[in-house]
Every structure is written in C-alpha cells, then in structure tokens.
C-alpha cells in the first residue's frame, strides 16, 4: 500500500503542483555575486550588458545604446574587457551597465557605473583621450539624445506592434506564460518615459520621429567636417554616446520592420561616416544584424 500524500506548510497545493508537472520551473545555473564576493580571479575587467551569450563572448556590439556607449568607449580606450550577459534586476544600482574592475585593481569589488567608467578607462588607457566632461557646448546637444532620440528610440522598438518579436527576442523570457504580462510592462514603462520627456498627453508618433529628424541635424550640423565631435584626433565618450544610437538605428543591425527611425538619419551623410568610422576603429570587422 502506497503511503498517503504528506501535507505540510512546505507542501505546495494540488492545482500549483499539477502546474509545475506542465511548466516545470527552469534552474538557472548559479550566478557569481556582481560584487564583494568574488568566485575566481578576474584578469580583466568585466563589462556587465544586454547581450547575448555568443555575442558577448566575440565581443560584438550591444544591442542596447545605454551598454553600447561605454562599451565603445572603453574600446576607444584600447581597453580590453570580458563581456557578461546581464539583466538590470542582476545589477547592483538597477541598470545596464557596471563593470568589475579586474582582480588586480585596488578596489575590484566595487562595481563602477556611468562616468565612473569613464574615469576608469581614463585612469587605465594606452592613449591620451579627450576630457570626459562635456563642454558647454555638448552638454546642450546631449539634450538631444535624451529629450527627441531617445523617446523615438523607445517608440520604434517598444510600442511599435510591429518590432513586438524583436523586443521578446531581445528582452523578454521564451515562455509565453511571462511573455505577455512583461510585455505589457515594458510597454507601460516606456509609455509613461516617452510621455513624460515628450511633456505632451498622449502619443504622437509622427511627432516624435519629427523630432529626433530634427535632432539628428542639429548634430549633423554640429559635427560639421569634424571626424570625431570631441574635436581632435581621437573621439570621446560624446562620440560614443552618438554612436550607440546611429550604430543601432541604421545599417540594418536592428532588422527594423518599420524604417521610419532609419529615415529620421537620412540627409545626415556625416554622422553615417561617423559611424562607420568609428565602428571601423573599434571593432575593425564586417557588421552582423542582430
């Protein structure tokens, strides 16, 4: 005779059980703490971003502007730095992304986030690299990538019903239990972002393509016949920051199903070989959609 089912306060309820026989849970492999508590010696910096594991370990470019820019820059730097896939829930202050400096470093358990990294790649570089504070100048066209890029950015990948398969690719779990609810979420969150930069009621998509049109020529404008927006012979973390957007907007990397962001770059011919040029200058091989 078959001993009766145990009950207890550890014991999940019948429906829950007869659940996890059809969805079992998935077990991750366990992750090494971001820091404090490191597993083994690091011999380089680690550069925690969305990506995936391939491209992470070829060292390809993030499909996310946010972890994009510092990754261009410590290339800039001619640092070389391991890449971690990641998530924002896996990071120390909330977001994409932080690094851990190596083993050797004087504080290699102190995840290092935006100028910080900066600093970083200044402090370690083999080259001279233009300051990392912006000029008065910059400062005002960086406006521009928050308040009219970025809203764009948000809208094309996130609200646009035509990119949903490309944002559950890139951001969302493979089970279509979670997908959904997540899916609803994100597209809250970036709503209520784009409305609240827009400072406007309710969505207006043409323009916010408008306006990241208009703002992609102001920095056409501001580049002028410059190589490189810091000025001089090699580019800085501006630089960088520009071509985490145009990198991704353009060139087919993103596989848009809707062009209207690529064409927001269109009759900016300079920042399109500013890009090419400086993605030539840190990665130096052919380009691959994501």
């Known amino acids: 005779m078959s001993a009766p089912p145990q009950s207890g306060l550890f014991t ?16 991750h492999d366990a992750e090494a703490l971001p820091a404090r ?14 990506s995936t594991e391939e491209d992470a370990r070829l060292g390809r470019p993030s499909y996310n502007p946010g972890c994009l820019k510092w990754q ?21 202050s909330g977001s994409l992304p932080y690094l851990l400096p190596s083993s050797s470093d004087s504080r290699p358990d102190i995840p290092l986030t935006g100028f910080h990294i900066a600093n970083y790649a200044q402090k370690h570089s083999t080259q001279p690299l233009p300051p990392t504070e912006s000029t008065p100048r910059q400062e005002a066209f960086l406006s521009l990538l928050g308040q009219n890029i970025r809203p764009a950015w948000l809208h ?14 890139l951001y969302l779990p ?11 979420t994100l597209r809250a969150a970036a709503t209520t972002e784009i409305l609240k930069t827009t400072r406007r009621e309710i969505m207006l998509p043409e323009l916010i393509y408008q306006d990241a049109r208009e703002a992609f020529k102001a920095l056409s404008v501001f580049l ?6 810091s000025g001089g012979e090699t580019p800085g973390v501006f630089d960088a920051e520009v071509f985490a957007y145009t990198y991704l907007i353009s060139g087919g990397v993103m596989g848009w199903e809707d062009d209207a962001l690529e064409r927001c770059l269109e009759g900016s ?5 500013h890009r090419r ?13 994501i």
């Open 156 to 169: 094309c990948l996130y609200i646009n019903p035509r990119h949903t398969a490309l944002l559950s690719k």
């Open 224 to 229: 002028g016949e410059e190589a490189w927006f």
């Open 12 to 27: 999940a309820p019948q429906p829950i059980r007869t659940l996890f026989k059809l969805f079992p849970l998935r077990v």
């Open 37 to 50: 508590a490191p597993d083994r010696v690091r011999e380089r910096a680690r550069l925690h971003v969305f």
């Open 174 to 184: 493979p089970s279509p239990l979670l997908q959904y609810p997540l899916l609803q």
């Open 277 to 289: 040029r400086l993605y030539e200058r840190c990665w130096g091989w052919g380009e691959r959609s």
């Open 72 to 92: 261009t820059f410590l290339r800039i730097a001619n640092l070389q730095v391991d890449l971690v896939p990641s998530t924002n829930h896996a990071s120390p």
């Open 269 to 273: 011919a300079n920042l399109v070989e």
